[in-house]
Structures are given as C-alpha cells and as structure tokens.
C-alpha cells in the first residue's frame, strides 16, 4: 500500500492512502542505517510504501519505502550535531512567519532559511506578522525588511493573523499546493492555520513576558488537510536554524542577488571576502546589495554563531 505521512511522532507514523483511510504506521529499522544521518528518516510529506503485517492478534503497518522526494527542508539538529533534522518534505511552498518582537526574527535566521529553500529549489513567501501590535518606529523597522526582501524577489505580505488581516491573501496563494509553515515559537504559525481553517482549533499560546520567547505549542510536524482545496504542515517552532552540506563556494550561489553578479568577479572562485575586483563586495560599498545579508553569507561560511541580532540599518 501507498500513502502520504501526515504526522511523525519520531516512533509512529500516521499515514494517509489515496483512498483517504489513515494508518499508524511503524517504521522498518533498515532506515536507520541506509546512511541517511536524519533524526528522522521519514518526513511529514513523504510518500511511502507500508505493508500490514499480522503480529499476534493484531495487524501492525511496517513502512518499507521512501519514494525519491521532490525537496525538503532540512536542517542541523539542535542536541546532534553532526545530524539532521528534515523538517517537511515534497513541499510546494514555505510560509516562513516573521516578528520583529515578540519574539524576534532575527535577518540571520530568515537568510539561513532562505537560503536552504534557494538550495532545494522551494519557493518562500515571507509573512510579517503582528502588524496589529507595532508601534510607529517598529512600522519603519518593517517596512524595511519588507522592502529589502522584495527587492531581492521574495514574495512579502503583512499579516496580523489574530485579526485577520491578509489572511485570504494567503489563502489564495495556497490552494491546491501543499505549504508549509514555519518560523521561532510565537510568531503565530497555529493561530495563522486557525485563521485559515477555524475548524482545526490548533492549540495556542501566549508569549512569555519574562524571555520573550514563544511557548512550543506544536510538538510534532504534522499536515491537515483543508477545506480549500490546500494542505498546510504546520511544524514544531524552529529556534535555530543551521545549514547542511553546503560548500563554502556554493553558498553565495543561494543568495538571488549575489548570484546576479558572480560573474562579474575577477576570480571564479571568488568567496567575497577580501578578494581583489569583488562585484558583491563593490555592490555592497554602492548599497547595492544590503549589509545585513552580506554578514549574514559571512556567518554562514565562517562558521559564526547564528544567534545574533544584525544591525539592518548599517
């Protein structure tokens, strides 16, 4: 039998075939040392074989194959560094949720994540939320960051999903796509899904006063479908956001507007760092391109912790 994973608890996997029936499945322990160094072999949106299986009394559904997926979003894992952690796969699109406080979205952790979907070929639109709450200078604060990105080509849309705002502006951009909603804990991923589709009810929670932090309120990945032709994943809040198997010359290629001007460069193999006749590091002195995503690229080559606030008016 044939389906798509619509939940993983990391044990068990909830299985929908086309037919629509939904099965718990198991997961084969061959997976685990196919050399796949994933936390998790199998992805919420991964299309799999499973086979049921009597043990006992009982029927038990085993997974026993991962058909070759479109993409997927991956990451370093937070407590194993030297694995991974797919966060979704076969996506259409991503969603990546953006606060300017409550909590911060810091420029590093959006450019991490772009840069990761510019690598698996994944279209990103970039939602501000809680332009509801935002003070006038905080408005200034993002009407910057909106244009910086839209300038780049990425597709930006302000939302206040507590009230509604935009919602069905996100709503047509998701139908008969599978997207994918991510971002920090807090930012507002289950009340945006709740907006969207008020029958699911998702849990959510308020911020922490003391840490400004927002409070895991999904604790698996898992895909709903939705009453508008659409299927979204809403997924586990992301603190950190550390990027995979990326060679230090390939990583610029991930950034639109680095990429635009590569070859302009005296050196193929330039890295844009104090290399002589730089296009990038020339475009950066012209303001060209943004100071905020050229130390972004540099952390992501150097090795820098991700963790830190980035000055987006230097």
Known sequence: ??????????????????????????????????????????????????????????????????????????????????QTHIIAANLDQVFLLVTLNNPPTFTSFIDRFLVTAEAYDIPVVLLFNKMDVYNDQEMAEIDYLVQ????????????????????????????????????????GKSTLVN???????????EISEQHLQGQHTTTFAEMYDLSFEARI????????????????????DYFPEFFKLKSECKFNNCLHLDEPKCAIKNALENDNISWSRYRSYVQMITGEDENYRVDIYK
């Open 148 to 187: 910086l990105y839209k300038d780049i080509g990425y597709h930006c849309i302000d939302i206040a999903a507590k009230e509604g705002v935009n919602v069905e502006m996100v709503k047509e951009l998701m139908v008969d796509k599978t997207s994918m909603f991510a971002g920090h804990s807090g930012v």
């Open 195 to 205: 907006a969207l589709e008020p029958g699911l009810k998702l849990k959510t929670a």
């Open 233 to 252: 994943i809403d997924t586990p809040g992301i603190k950190g956001f550390g990027i995979v198997d990326m060679e230090k010359d390939e990583v610029g």
């Open 1 to 82: 039998m044939q389906g798509t994973v619509y939940k993983s608890t990391g044990s068990w996997y909830t299985v929908k075939t086309e037919e629509g029936s939904f099965y718990e499945c198991r997961i084969k322990g061959k997976f685990r040392i196919k050399g796949i160094k994933s936390t998790n072999p199998v992805a919420v949106g991964d299309i799999v074989t499973f086979d049921l299986k009597e043990i006992g009394d009982e029927k038990v559904a085993v997974i026993t194959d991962i058909t070759e997926r479109k993409n997927y979003i991956i990451r370093k894992s937070v407590n194993l560094s030297k």
